[in-house]
T-cell receptor
């Protein structure tokens, strides 16, 4: 079946460090891929998405590229800030057009950024 | 983005009692709502999909008589965990989308602990 695997946390970085959170997927077909972020005490928020191979999603300095050949969608940021401390979820959907109805999530990766 | 409010954020209940969790879309009409649960160190798993005014569609393995979902209005869906047991302790989170929307908006989640 379809699934998402993301790196286990927690990840602890110093401010201005480079961030990579790995995400790979298994899917029978052509999924749309997403990264969600959950700040403490808040709901999940869509961070970025990509709906087809080689698309790059970007937002707030974060980027992820849909790599069909490696079935990956790794999240990167060049210089993290304390305010980026949160839990990050990688997800996919097989819904047409990438509508986020039936999402399959990874386990989440907790990021802590120290000043 | 649109706001989805989930209440309560935490609840502790005794084994055998029922617990109701509310999910409200505050500034848009949510024709479809989704309920997820997350066990410790596991992924968020879709439990059911509900469309306003109709019966919820449950995912395989989810007991519809135990997890009662009501979506009686365009701004409110409720999940009732009936006769709760300790194994129902989990993190429950809802999301909502509009009729033509491709993005789903998430509540902040409810941590249920059954003692």
């Amino acid at each position: 079946g379809n699934s998402v695997t993301q790196m286990e946390g927690p990840v602890t970085l110093s401010e201005e460090a480079f961030l990579t959170i790995n995400c790979t997927y298994t899917a029978t077909g052509y999924p749309s891929l997403f990264w969600y972020v959950q700040y403490p005490g808040e709901g999940l928020q869509l961070l970025l998405k990509a709906t087809k191979a080689d698309d790059k999603g970007s937002n707030k300095g974060f980027e992820a590229t849909y790599r069909k050949e490696t079935t990956s969608f790794h999240l990167e940021k060049g210089s993290v800030q304390v305010s980026d401390s949160a839990v990050y979820f990688c997800a996919l959907t097989m819904n047409y057009g990438g509508s986020q109805g039936n999402l399959i999530f990874g386990k989440g990766t907790k990021l802590s950024v120290k000043p | 983005g649109a706001v989805v409010s989930q209440h309560p954020s935490r609840v502790i209940c005794k084994s055998g009692t029922s617990v109701k969790i509310e999910c409200r879309s505050l500034d848009f009409q949510a024709t479809t709502m989704f309920w997820y649960r997350q066990f410790p160190k596991k992924s968020l798993m879709l439990m059911a999909t509900s469309n306003e005014g109709s019966k919820a569609t449950y995912e395989q393995g989810v007991e519809k008589d135990k997890f009662l979902i009501n979506h009686a209005s365009l701004t409110l869906s409720t999940l009732t965990v009936t006769s709760a047991h300790p194994e129902d302790s989990s993190f429950y989170i809802c999301s909502a989308s509009t009729l033509r929307g491709t993005e789903a908006f998430f509540g902040q989640g409810t941590r249920l602990t059954v003692v």
